[in-house]
T-cell receptor, first 117, second 115 residues
């Protein structure tokens, strides 16, 4: 089945630094990737949608200058949390789908737990 | 706008029994899909079952089945012969299959399976 690899699985960084999270589709071409944020015991909140080769579409309330998303190829998208603050600590999950199959489900990475100290 | 509502924050079921998780959604789209995902403690999101809105027949995957009521915009998940491994958070999701592709998730239902 389709595999999405997300790296790192966890990261601890100091306040003010930047952190990059990678999301790779290993055996399919991901025309669209989605980045979600999940707070403890809560649902997945869509942050942004990225299509290969174009700018990401951010959801209302998500700071695009803080959460930089790049989708430079059909197999890789990155989320960079810039100037991280403790309130950015959360669980971030990427997911990918291919539009070659309209009803194809989302394939999820294993998530990244970010802790900002 | 798409919305997905799960009104049961938590449910419990005895092992081997049947449980139904509720989900309602709202969309103005005619072409959409519905999904149930499971998130165990590992936090890996796992697809349980999916339903195309244009299909009248309810989807079934082994012990998992849905009751899709399109007019009522209801999409409940039935788990038969519940197993301990079914314990997890369950999220209902809708997907708009045109324009800006977007998955929207409900708030989740935590399922506990009692031995």
């Amino acid at each position: 089945g389709a595999v999405v690899s997300q790296h790192p699985s966890w990261v601890i960084c100091k306040s003010g630094t930047s952190v990059k999270i990678e999301c790779r589709s290993l055996d399919f071409q991901a025309t669209t990737m989605f980045w979600y944020r999940q707070f403890p015991k809560q649902s997945l909140m869509l942050m942004a949608t990225s299509n290969e080769g174009s700018k990401a579409t951010y959801e209302q309330g998500v700071e695009k200058d803080k959460f930089l998303i790049n989708h430079a190829s059909l197999t890789l998208s990155t989320l960079t949390v810039t100037s991280a603050h403790p309130e950015d600590s959360s669980f971030y999950i990427c997911s990918a789908r291919t539009e070659r199959q309209p009803n194809s489900p989302l394939h999820f990475g294993n998530g990244t737990r970010l802790t900002v100290t | 706008a798409q919305t997905v509502t799960q009104s049961q924050p938590e449910m419990s079921v005895q092992e081997a029994e049947t449980v139904t998780l509720s989900c309602t959604y709202d969309t103005s789209e005619s072409d959409y899909y519905l999904f149930w995902y499971k998130q165990p403690p590992s936090r890996q999101m796992i697809l349980v079952i999916r339903q195309e809105a244009y299909k009248q027949q309810n989807a079934t995957e082994n012990r998992f089945s849905v009751n899709f009521q399109k007019a009522a915009k209801s999409f409940s998940l039935k788990i038969s012969d519940s197993q301990l491994g079914d314990a997890a958070m369950y999220f209902c999701a809708s997907f708009k299959a045109s324009g800006t592709y977007k998955y929207i998730f409900g708030t989740g239902t935590r399922l506990k399976v009692l031995a």
